[in-house]
Nanobody
């Protein structure tokens, strides 16, 4: 069982920055490739960024050049540094396994990001 806890969201003005963190805990040996997702009311959940255990990253076109995903394997954490935030980035952000590598873990509560002036 893997438990995921996201944090770091909040209200920020357009052009601002936020740093999200995801902590994994539970009975596991290693965490494989991980990803950040976001979901807005009325929209499908979308993968925003992903990172393998070795550090290879990929991003959705909408966030390329503005978001940076990173991880600390020793601490079992995955972070998402977000810059130049736009109102359309407003969503509930969640972390979970990269679907290209493994089945999803139980979803956490997520952390809300609101970009508004």
């Amino acid at each position: 069982q893997v438990q995921l806890v996201e944090s770091g969201g909040g209200l920020v003005q357009p052009g601002g920055s936020l740093n999200l963190s995801c902590a994994a805990s539970g009975n596991f040996v290693t965490i494989n490739a991980m990803a950040w997702y976001r979901q807005s009311p009325g929209k499908r959940r979308e993968l925003v960024a992903a990172i393998t255990r070795g550090g290879t990253t990929r991003y959705a076109d909408a966030v390329k050049g503005r978001f940076t995903i990173s991880r600390d394997n020793a601490k079992n954490t995955v972070s998402l540094q977000m810059y130049s935030l736009k109102p359309e980035d407003t969503a509930l952000y969640l972390c979970n396994a990269d679907p290209g590598y493994s089945a999803p873990y139980a979803w956490g509560q997520g952390t809300q990001v609101t970009v508004s002036s």
